[in-house]
């Protein structure tokens, strides 16, 4: 085993370190000084050009990282030669070790820090290559997945303690580069800032009763958001269109809801155009079925796109049943919500029962704001809480309304999700409008009320609808007298016939779920988890921006008037 020292080199010069035999590289770039990970040899473990690429990927995403001639380097310090030797010896002691770790040292510093690197994203042909996307790589094993006592997720010891925190958070290589503890709202939320390329800034969120638990579901967060960006698991192959594979190889696209006006960031469904497709697995016909990448995939991907799409229907588990069973749930959430709010359906009220629920009604009764709770339950038969926090105070200038939504099988959970969505967009709003008042400018906001295809993003929806002018939009939602909300017949002890209950009931509704396996393999055997992404032909999906709305081709669902801008944050 040799030791190679590099003060200048180029990306293309890391990919001819270690291919003649096992190799220590020790980097120098500017203040830093990098050794490993061990190369060479055709042993297990992460390759220098991807352990060089996910450091600078986490730096800013404005490194041209993929460029091979992009120089670094830097000078030894000679102050920190014992220091380096020391940390040398120890590497060369247990190679092996070392396969896929790093050694950085701070000159500037005086700091030593170890960090577990992986390889890239979309894979690499040195140390990770992805296999092509197949039907027969879309194929599910079913069998029972019991339950944790008192939750309805699976046991998985891999993500206890600090665990999760270790493997996912690295702030010289991701994927998430920090967490970012948001005291000022109206309960412990946190943010895990997570690394993209090309996606803008992208985190996920935890909002819980205590910092500790709120961290958790942050970083559960950030897997399924990276899940769902682009490919992990499989190299997109399928190029075709769909009069080319036909109904009993892909879903027709015309199923999916098409967009429902002209819009530039799309191309006009033909059966004859060609796009990418990946392999999903139909749970009721039990075989893979091929849906277009762009519906699966939020993130950029190659090749034209026939609808824009959102992160609906991603879910993360301890396995994939799990996975696909969240998703399934958040389907259902985003489905019953829109049906409410584009049929202008009246909701009976519901009951607040729980402790955290009550403590949120009351801070926003603080702020001026009246907790009404719905059930929006529809024909899907999956619990469904449409929330809104309603305006009763004195000041004009105030949004009128804030709404949210919750699904799942436990009605309880989904109402609390639902409270805890609504009570921190609240807070959260008054902050937006402080930091970017243009953006919230009345003028603009009136603007877009009169004219709703120039509604561009999140934050246009909810702002627009929370006009005092747009009162007449949710005048169909009143309060009448509470229920306690109904709790299902459904299996809770055993995951994969809960997933089978709700696969048949809506295959009588000539549904079809259909579950697409996004893990990212490092996460799946370094902590157990598995991420889907859920579609469900014939459901209404979450869109954002009025030109990228999708209700053309939804027979379910039968409005009474126009569709107006939804208020879902």
């Known amino acids: 085993m040799s030791v190679v020292e590099l003060t200048g080199y180029t990306i293309g010069d890391l990919a001819r370190v270690g291919t003649d035999a096992v190799v220590l590289p020790i980097r120098h770039d500017g203040a830093l000084t990098l050794l490993g990970p061990v190369v060479g040899g055709g042993g297990p473990g992460v390759c220098l050009v991807c352990a060089e690429d996910t450091r600078l990927a986490a730096q800013s995403t404005a490194v041209p990282r993929r460029d091979e001639d992009l120089r670094l380097g830097g000078v030894p310090s000679p102050v920190h030669g014992p220091l380096i030797a020391a940390l040398t010896d120890r590497v060369l002691a247990d190679p092996d070790a070392y396969r896929d770790r790093v050694l950085a ?38 069998e029972p997945v019991p339950v944790a006592p008192g939750t309805l997720r699976g046991v998985n010891p891999l993500t ?21 503890h948001i005291g000022d709202l109206s309960l412990p939320a946190v943010s895990a800032r997570i690394v993209t390329d090309g996606e803008g800034v992208q985190a996920g969120f935890g909002r819980t009763g205590t910092f500790a638990a709120s961290e958790r579901v942050a970083l559960f967060e950030s897997v399924e958001r990276l899940a769902g ?29 098409l967009p429902d006006m002209p819009s530039p960031h799309v191309v006009p469904y033909t059966p004859d155009a060609r796009t990418r497709w990946v392999h999903g697995w139909s749970y009721p016909r039990s075989t893979a079925v091929a849906v277009p990448e762009h519906v699966v995939y939020w993130g950029r991907t190659p090749g034209p796109r026939f609808v824009s799409e959102t992160s609906n229907g991603c879910g993360t588990g301890n396995s994939l049943t799990e996975a696909v069973l969240y998703g399934l749930f958040e389907v259902a959430e985003r489905d019953a919500f829109l049906m409410a709010w584009y049929q202008r359906t009246p909701l009976p009220s519901l009951e607040v029962r729980d402790e955290l629920t009550t403590h949120l009604s009351d801070r926003l009764e603080q702020l001026g704001y009246r907790l009404e709770c719905y059930d929006a339950t529809n024909d899907l038969a999956v619990p469904a809480v449409l929330t809104m926090a309603r305006y009763t105070g004195t000041d004009s200038a105030a949004p009128r309304v804030f709404f949210a939504a919750g699904a799942g099988a436990d009605p309880d959970a989904a109402l609390r999700s639902a409270a805890v969505e609504v009570a921190v967009d609240v807070e959260s709003a008054a902050k937006r409008a402080r930091t970017d008042p243009a953006e919230h400018d009345r003028e603009r906001l009136l603007g877009l009320l009169r004219e709703p295809e120039l509604i561009r993003t999140m934050e246009d929806h909810v702002a627009v609808n929370g006009l005092p002018e747009a009162a007449d939009r949710h005048d169909f939602l009143r309060p009448t007298d509470p229920v306690p909300p109904t709790r299902p017949d459904v299996p809770l002890d055993d995951l994969d016939a809960l997933l089978e209950h709700y696969v048949t009931a809506w295959a009588a509704l000539d549904l079809e779920v259909i579950a697409v396996d996004l893990t990212d393999p490092v996460e799946r055997d370094r902590l157990g988890l598995h991420s889907a992404k859920v579609i469900v032909p014939g459901t209404l999906p979450m869109t954002f921006g009025e030109r990228n709305r999708r209700t053309h081709g939804i027979p379910r669902l039968r409005p009474t008037g126009p569709l107006l801008p939804h208020p879902f944050p």
Do not use: I, K, M, N
């Open 160 to 180: 206890d303690g600090d665990a999760l925190f270790d493997a996912l958070v690295d702030q010289r290589h991701g994927p998430v580069v920090g967490l970012s």
């Open 229 to 257: 960006l682009r490919p992990r698991r499989t190299r997109t192959v399928l190029e075709a269109s769909f009069a080319e594979l036909g109904p009993d190889r892909a879903v027709e696209p015309t199923r999916l809801g």
């Open 105 to 142: 040292v701070r000159t500037d510093l005086s700091t030593v820090s170890e960090h577990r690197v992986r390889p890239r994203p979309d894979g690499c042909p040195v140390c990770a290559p992805l296999p092509d996307d197949t039907a027969e790589s879309a194929a599910v094993v079913r």
